[in-house]
């Protein structure tokens, strides 16, 4: 299957082509919400209690969001910009056809998470679990990925243009028709046998090289 190519991402809350339709919330999302065509923006969540709450067609803008647990909601033909996320539980976090712009994410749990059709710009991702997620036509563009944890995950024409992928946890990682070609750096730890599928240039191949010995036992003499 050809690599999903998404068209150039919407950086603002009015470009989106269902901008006309949101509405503007005055409150937090609650545990089981079902949120349509609604808007946040400019304020904060603070320890919010999230969980399982759907999201459609929905814009979150210029947020703060702090702790509190969005576990197992889902996120679908949405749009999140210029937002942090600092020690969020997004734990089984359902991701489709999802924008993420300008972002921050830290220390944040997204175990088990899905994620389909995901286009993330320009986001800074720090020290977040993505053990056994489920990433599939995922673009990575111009991002910077520091100590984030792919064990047990799997992943499928996922790409890392103009990105910095720096510690990159790998254990018993799944990878198909991953391309790391075009990222600006790779850097991996763990078991580097796990890249097995996935695409590199040669400047990274030579990179990898000396991890990629100690993984085979290969002895350079």
Not at 11 to 35: E, F, K, N, S
Not at 120 to 128: A, D, M, P, Q, T
């Amino acid at each position: 299957m050809p690599a999903w190519a998404p068209g150039p991402a919407v950086t603002a809350l009015a470009d989106l082509p269902y901008a006309r339709a949101l509405t503007a919330q005055d409150r937090d999302p609650l545990d089981g919400d079902d949120h349509e065509h609604a808007s946040w923006e400019g304020g904060s969540w603070d320890r919010v209690d999230a969980g399982g709450t759907r999201f459609a067609d929905t814009a979150v803008s210029g947020m703060t969001v702090t702790g509190g647990d969005f576990g197992r909601s889902r996120w679908h033909d949405s749009w999140i910009g210029r937002s942090r996320w600092i020690g969020t539980d997004l734990t089984q976090v359902d991701l489709r056809d999802v924008t993420v712009v300008g972002c921050a994410l830290t220390a944040t749990g997204m175990s088990g998470a899905t994620w389909r059709r995901v286009h993330l710009v320009e986001c800074r991702i720090e020290s977040v679990n993505l053990k056994f997620a489920t990433l599939t036509d995922v673009l990575f563009d111009r991002c910077e990925l520091t100590d984030v944890d792919f064990g047990g995950l799997k992943a499928t024409r996922v790409r890392f243009p103009g990105s910095t992928v720096s510690r990159l946890r790998l254990n018993d990682t799944t990878l198909t028709d991953v391309d790391f070609r075009g990222a600006r750096s790779l850097d991996v730890t763990g078991d580097v046998t796990s890249l097995r599928g996935a695409v590199v240039d040669a400047a990274q191949l030579a990179d990898l090289a000396p991890a990629l010995a100690v993984g085979l036992g290969l002895r350079v003499e």
